[in-house]
């Protein structure tokens, strides 16, 4: 089946750095999605991204989908305590296949 | 705004025993899904329903049933519970199974099992 993977799966942040997570697919993706969860949270979708080469911006979240529609980043700017969790990518359609996450956490 | 309700939020088993877990919607939304997730392996699907009376198996379905009798209610039943099920389960909703593009998929609070 589809199998999305992603990368780092840690990334430890000081309060303030810029942080980039990737996801790759072995395949081309009709769309993405990601997902961010809390400790002891549920996932909560935070955006999809359709296009070829499309960019969209959440305050300090970046989120890009490849030119070949076979990858996608997350790029945070400005870390703040508050983007504490762990950051998954899936797709595509319904039946989504998650990847195994990047968890952050945040140095004060 | 109830949306995705799982119910229980923890639950203690003893080997061979067996359980379901309650998921209900109140969003009036076609697909309905079951996750578990581990350490390290982010979410993998249990069942999937697309509609009332219809259901299908997802990537790890073994020890697991599902039923979809109503559009609201998609049970997971484990029939003889074995330490390997020991995971966090969730339920997750999202209006259409038929879009190429995907709909937002809603996720409940999550179910901690464990099985001793």
């Known amino acids: 089946g589809q199998q999305v993977m992603q990368i780092p799966q840690y990334q430890h942040v000081q309060e303030g750095e810029d942080f980039t997570t990737y996801c790759n697919s072995s395949t081309t993706l009709s769309n993405i999605q990601w997902y961010k969860q809390r400790p002891g949270g549920h996932p909560v979708f935070l955006i999809q991204l359709v296009k070829s080469g499309e960019v969209k911006k959440q305050k300090r979240l970046t989120f890009q989908f490849g030119e070949a529609k076979k990858n996608s980043s997350l790029h945070i700017t400005a870390t703040q305590t508050t983007d504490v969790g762990t950051y998954f990518c899936?797709?595509?359609?319904?039946?989504?296949?998650f990847g195994a996450g990047t968890t952050v956490t945040v140095r004060a | 705004n109830a949306g995705v309700t799982q119910t229980p939020k923890f639950q203690v088993l003893k080997t061979g025993q067996s359980m379901t877990l309650q998921c209900a919607q109140d969003m009036n939304h076609e697909y309905m899904s079951w996750y578990r997730q581990d350490p390290g392996m982010g979410l993998r699907l249990i069942h999937y329903?697309?509609?009332?009376?219809?259901?299908d198996q997802g990537e790890v379905p073994n020890g697991y049933n599902v039923s979809r009798s109503t559009t609201e209610d998609f049970p997971l039943r484990l029939l003889s519970a074995a330490p390997s099920q020991t995971s966090v389960y969730f339920c997750a909703s999202s209006r259409s199974a038929g879009s190429n593009f995907g709909n937002t998929i809603y996720f409940g609070e999550g179910s901690w099992l464990t099985v001793v």
């Open positions: 329903s697309v509609g009332a009376g219809i259901t």
């Open positions: 899936a797709g595509p359609g319904y039946k989504l296949s």
